[in-house]
T-cell receptor
Framework: DGGITQSPKYLFRKEGQNVTLSCEQNLNHDAMYWYRQDPGQGLRLIYY???????QKGDIAEGYSVSREKKESFPLTVTSAQKNPTAFYLC?????????????FGDGTRLSIL | AQKVTQAQTEISVVEKEDVTLDCVYE???????LFWYKQPPSGELVFLIR??????QNEISGRYSWNFQKSTSSFNFTITASQVVDSAVYFCALRRSGGYQKVTFGTGTKLQVIP
């Protein structure tokens, strides 16, 4: 079964702690994305990567970091600099960066502060 | 700048009723794609349809249909004979052509189908 796997499903962060959200895809997609979803809001882009070893900031990158060392993997680290990290995080991928390609999503990680 | 507006925050219908979810967009580009996604309670967004800005044909897929009207910048989604399984949050999205362009999502419409 091809798809996107996000883990963990639920994550709790203590003050001053960095946490990493995992995103793995076996769709052989080039492009990957991280979104943040808050209640009553649309999805906001945190980071995206169009190809291995390359990534760009989205609209709300402050307090987050990513890496793209392998095509299949695009982990997101929520750093202690992100003062309001409580949200639902969605990872997505698309075949390439072309504008007509739909995005395929994982089932999300819900991050809360302890 | 581009913008997607889903003015209906929440809609409740009784099972078997028809329901239309509105989507209005703003863009100065002539070439773009519009998308609809469904987000069930499990959380993942599921791609439903995409429409090229040059293709104004309406589309029907089973109980789902989409009405794209460039003149009013709208891309509305109708569910006929709604079912409980249709209960979800539905997002409309827009992506421009040219280089890398981010996807702009609406704020979503939560649909509750009551048995």
């Amino acid at each position: 079964d091809g798809g996107i796997t996000q883990s963990p499903k639920y994550l709790f962060r203590k003050e001053g702690q960095n946490v990493t959200l995992s995103c793995e895809q076996n769709l052989n997609h080039d492009a990957m994305y991280w979104y943040r979803q808050d209640p009553g809001q649309g999805l906001r882009l945190i980071y995206y990567s169009q190809i291995v070893n390359d990534f760009q900031k989205g609209d709300i990158a402050e307090g987050y970091s990513v890496s793209r060392e392998k095509k299949e993997s695009f982990p997101l680290t929520v750093t202690s600099a992100q003062k309001n990290p409580t949200a639902f995080y969605l990872c997505a991928s698309s075949k390439d960066r072309a504008y007509n390609q739909p995005q395929h999503f994982g089932d999300g990680t819900r991050l809360s502060i302890l | 700048a581009q913008k997607v507006t889903q003015a209906q925050t929440e809609i409740s219908v009784v099972e078997k009723e028809d329901v239309t979810l509105d989507c209005v967009y703003e863009t100065r580009d002539t070439t773009y794609y519009l998308f609809w996604y469904k987000q069930p309670p499990s959380g993942e967004l599921v791609f439903l349809i995409r429409r090229n800005s040059f293709d104004e044909q309406n589309e029907i897929s089973g109980r789902y249909s989409w009405n794209f009207q460039k003149s009013t910048s709208s891309f509305n989604f109708t569910i006929t004979a709604s079912q409980v399984v249709d209960s979800a949050v539905y997002f409309c999205a827009l992506r421009r052509s040219g280089g890398y362009q981010k996807v702009t999502f609406g704020t979503g419409t939560k649909l509750q189908v009551i048995p």
